[in-house]
């Protein structure tokens, strides 16, 4: 056997400037067949693993450690939803509000006052347990009321992804049919879900930290 | 990432903080957050109502340590001033104070729109419209 890269055609580079999902010669889309996906992972990054290019040229070798790490940075940008999600709205050119932290003035809240009143309110309930805690007393109330609090947040939170999931099949179809007005208001009500996510994933955490579970 | 002294000093011995009476029409409440990290900061104001000079100010916020001595030097600084005055107040001047890192801005963007949040509170329980620029907290 001889090396046979030379000769035969070169596996194919991802184009140039390539956005992740072109990695996987997909269109923007979010509902996306995570299984077919990961397949084509796997056959692309043993067409491009360097262990394949140890004796081609230096440029060869180059090549394919830069094809193999854009792979693997596109599989995990794709894989989870979340971040799927994300990076799709940056590449539509919203802002989030996690890109505005750094910016002197945030482009819009889009959390509603209804829940930033939630939040304050359990916050400080958590503050009461965790000083209860410290000078070991346990409130059962106070306890309960968390546990429902945990509950109730578990719940939202599982509501907002499925939420966003729906707006994912709003998107796909705007993208299909390429009605840029439906896509624009599918990405904004996204992000304004994503922000809303934020705040509800840290009362989760938080909620379960006083608790001890 | 190492917080400025200042920032230290407002942190680890905050001023101001606590709770006026949500219900006096006296008192203006801002409640805020923060959406790229989860963070939420309540801002309240006493205001006297011959001479709309804030009397009183308190704070509360579950946040980083950059909001919280943001939001304690908020209510340093309105404190003494009247209402048109406090409206001036802008996240810069926090950033400035308190030597912020450039990822921290919005900590301090927060205690602005706190104290824009109380004022308008208390100028929309008040009747008071001539500022109508001012986003009246809903
Ligand atoms: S990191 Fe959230 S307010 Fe500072």
């Not at chain 1, 939420?163 to 304004?192: F, L, P, V």
């Not at chain 2, 963070?39 to 001479?51: G, S």
């Amino acid at each position: 056997m001889t090396n046979g890269d030379d000769v035969s055609t070169p596996p194919q580079s991802a184009p140039q400037g390539a956005d992740y999902f072109s990695v996987f010669s997909l269109p923007r889309l979010l509902d996306l067949d995570m299984k077919a996906i990961e397949r084509a992972f796997y056959r692309r990054s043993r067409e491009v693993h360097p262990d394949r290019f140890a004796q081609a040229s230096a440029e060869k070798q180059q090549w394919s450690l830069e094809q193999t790490s854009l792979l693997n940075d596109a599989y995990r940008a794709l894989k989870d939803p979340i971040a799927r999600t994300e990076y799709l709205l940056r590449l539509e050119g919203i802002t989030l509000a996690e890109d505005a932290a750094t910016a002197d003035r945030q482009e819009k809240k889009n959390v509603p006052p209804e829940l930033l009143a939630e939040v304050f309110e359990l916050n400080m309930q958590l503050e009461e347990m965790r000083m209860n805690a410290q000078m070991g007393e346990d409130d059962p109330q106070l306890r309960r009321d968390l546990e429902q609090a945990q509950a109730e947040f578990a719940g939202q939170f599982a509501g907002i992804e499925a939420a966003i999931r729906t707006e994912w099949g709003k998107w796909d179809a705007a993208s299909n049919s390429d009605n840029s007005a439906d896509k624009q208001a599918a990405a904004e009500r996204m992000a304004a879900l994503l922000d809303k996510r934020r705040y509800v994933r840290n009362l989760v955490r938080d909620v379960q930290q006083a608790l001890g579970n | 990432m190492a917080y400025s002294d200042k920032v230290v000093d407002h942190y680890s011995n905050p001023r101001n903080v606590g709770t006026l009476d949500k219900s006096s029409t006296e008192v203006g409440t801002g409640l805020v957050g923060a959406p790229e990290c989860g963070d939420v900061m309540r801002l309240q104001i006493k205001v006297n109502p011959e001479t709309q000079v804030i009397e009183e100010a308190k704070f509360k916020t579950f946040g980083c340590g950059s909001a919280i001595a943001s939001s304690s030097l908020a209510t340093e600084w309105v404190k003494g001033k009247t209402i048109a005055e406090a409206m001036t107040i802008s996240n810069t001047d926090i950033v400035k104070e308190l030597a912020l890192p450039p990822v921290k801005i919005h900590c301090s963007v927060l205690a602005e729109d706190a104290i824009r949040a109380a004022i308008g509170d208390w100028k929309a329980k008040n009747g008071v419209t001539e500022t109508a620029e001012v986003a009246v907290a809903k």
